[in-house]
């Protein structure tokens, strides 16, 4: 069975300061692996997402991952961030079956709560 | 351009009360699903369909039902209510069959069970 461990739960950074979240899974098949973003009051969105190719995926408001897979990692970053980053991250993962479908039955880490300080 | 609906947004229960919580989604989605939102352990599924008269047990099942009798519409059924499932709750949806489909994600109700 799959499992998402996301490292910390909390991640306090002050404005225009980098910011890394960390999250590991376990898996014995192939993966396509997700990070949403949820704000005060409001569902999950989608952040971005590695389905394969090139390990890096990016998001249009700068966010970044890098998908490893010797560890197992899916680490999210971004160079400076700003107030209206505040939120909840959670790092999901999806097995896909033997035909390559994965009915987008996520497994969900914890969540990390990053605070942006001004 | 609603995508995933929910209602209602808060309800409270006493013990042993039922209650329906709905989930609507315009997107023509195969796939819907439920999930429940607890402080530091991220969302877990409880429920899911991946399409009309199919449904499956997820990771948490228990004290809740479902059924899927058209695409659009998921219920989520407490048949009696407990203190135990007191949570945010968050029906999804996402196009089934389709390569590492993201998930759609309506607003949530949340519920407390006094």
């Known amino acids: 069975a799959q499992s998402v461990t996301q490292l910390d739960s909390q991640v306090p950074v002050f404005e225009e300061a980098p910011v890394e979240l960390r999250c590991n899974y376990s898996?014995?098949?192939?993966?396509?692996l997700f990070w949403y973003v949820q704000y005060p009051n409001q569902g999950l969105q989608l952040l971005l997402k590695?389905?394969?190719?090139?390990?890096l995926v990016e998001s249009i408001n700068g966010f970044e991952a890098e998908f490893n897979k010797s560890q197992t990692s899916f680490h999210l970053r971004k160079p400076s961030v700003h107030i209206s980053d505040t939120a909840e991250y959670f790092c999901?993962?999806?097995?896909?079956?033997?035909?390559?479908?994965?009915?987008?039955?996520?497994?969900f880490g914890q969540g990390t709560i990053l605070t942006v300080h001004p | 351009n609603a995508g995933v609906t929910q209602t209602p947004k808060f309800q409270v229960l006493k013990t042993g009360q039922s209650m329906t919580l709905q989930c609507a989604q315009d997107?023509?989605?195969?796939?819907m699903s439920w999930y429940r939102q607890d402080p530091g352990m991220g969302l877990r599924l409880i429920h899911y369909?991946?399409?009309?008269?199919?449904?499956d047990q997820g990771e948490v099942p228990n004290g809740y039902n479902v059924s899927r009798s058209t695409t659009e519409d998921f219920p989520l059924r407490l048949l009696s209510a407990a203190p135990s499932q007191t949570s945010v709750y968050f029906c999804?949806?996402?196009?089934?069959?389709?390569?590492?489909?993201?998930?759609?994600f309506g607003n949530g109700t949340r519920l407390t069970v006094t």
């Open positions: 369909s991946v399409g009309a008269g199919i449904t």
């Open positions: 999804a949806s996402s196009a089934s069959r389709a390569l590492g489909s993201p998930l759609h």
């Open positions: 999901a993962v999806s097995e896909a079956d033997a035909g390559g479908t994965s009915y987008g039955k996520l497994t």
């Open positions: 898996s014995s098949v192939s993966v396509y």
């Open positions: 590695y389905l394969s190719g090139s390990t």
């Open positions: 997107m023509n989605h195969e796939y």
